[in-house]
């Protein structure tokens, strides 16, 4: 079975700085694994997705991830928070193909102080 | 760019009344999924099609919920009756992994409140 846990269902950080929000997952397969991000009342919009390929994803907005199959890790990170980037941001994990589900995190609630 | 149509964005019924929403995949997507996320939490699945067969529903409360996709393109959910426990954003996803480039793409959900 699949899953997924997200380290802090709460990040704040100031603008301008780091965001790290954490991620494990557990996997019998190799995984695929993605980023979502959520904001108030919308639906779910990709940020990056891992399919082994490269081990270090770049997705949109400046976020990118890193794929370590040693430590079952897959950490979004952004250099630098601009005030648009406050909302919800889920982990997910798949075995993939047409019969793959989402297994997905129970989110981390990203907030930016001015 | 593609997207996956949802409708309405939002409703609000009383309960013990029947509610229904609509979902558009991307064209060409054989796989379809319906999540519901209750607010605070994450996405869970309710039920999956490939093409009009589902493939997974063991999570879609069969005594009030339906699903279905006839033509294997558009679906339907519907709850009846509604409950006050179903208030919750409802999800439509399609996926097509004949194209990576899309993997899984959501819908912008229905806001249900049952009241």
């Known amino acids: 079975a699949q899953s997924v846990t997200q380290l802090g269902s709460h990040v704040s950080v100031s603008e301008g700085a780091l965001v790290l929000l954490r991620c494990n997952y557990s996997s019998s397969v190799p995984p695929y694994l993605f980023w979502y991000v959520q904001y108030p009342n919308q639906g779910l919009q990709l940020l990056l997705k891992?399919?082994?390929?490269?081990?270090l994803v770049k997705g949109i907005n400046g976020f990118e991830a890193e794929f370590k199959k040693s430590e079952t890790s897959f950490h979004l990170t952004k250099p630098s928070a601009h005030m648009s980037d406050a909302a919800e941001y889920f982990c997910?994990?798949?075995?993939?193909?047409?019969?793959?589900?989402?297994?997905f995190g129970k989110g981390t609630k990203l907030s930016v102080k001015p | 760019e593609a997207e996956v149509a949802q409708s309405p964005r939002y409703k609000i019924t009383e309960k013990s009344q029947a509610v229904a929403f609509w979902c558009d995949p991307i064209s060409g997507h054989a796989t379809l999924y319906w999540y519901r996320q209750i607010l605070g939490q994450g996405p869970e699945l309710l039920v999956q099609f490939q093409d009009e067969s589902v493939v997974d529903d063991s999570q879609l409360p069969k005594d009030r919920f339906s699903a279905e996709r006839l033509k294997g393109v558009d679906s339907t959910l519907k709850i009846q009756p509604a409950e006050l426990g179903d208030s919750a954003m409802y999800l439509c996803?399609?996926?097509?992994?004949?194209?990576?480039?899309?993997?899984?793409?959501f819908g912008s959900g229905t806001r249900l409140t049952v009241v």
């Open positions: 996803a399609s996926s097509s992994w004949t194209d990576l480039s899309y993997g899984y793409t």
């Open positions: 891992y399919t082994s390929a490269a081990t």
């Open positions: 997910v994990v798949t075995q993939g193909g047409s019969q793959g589900n989402l297994i």
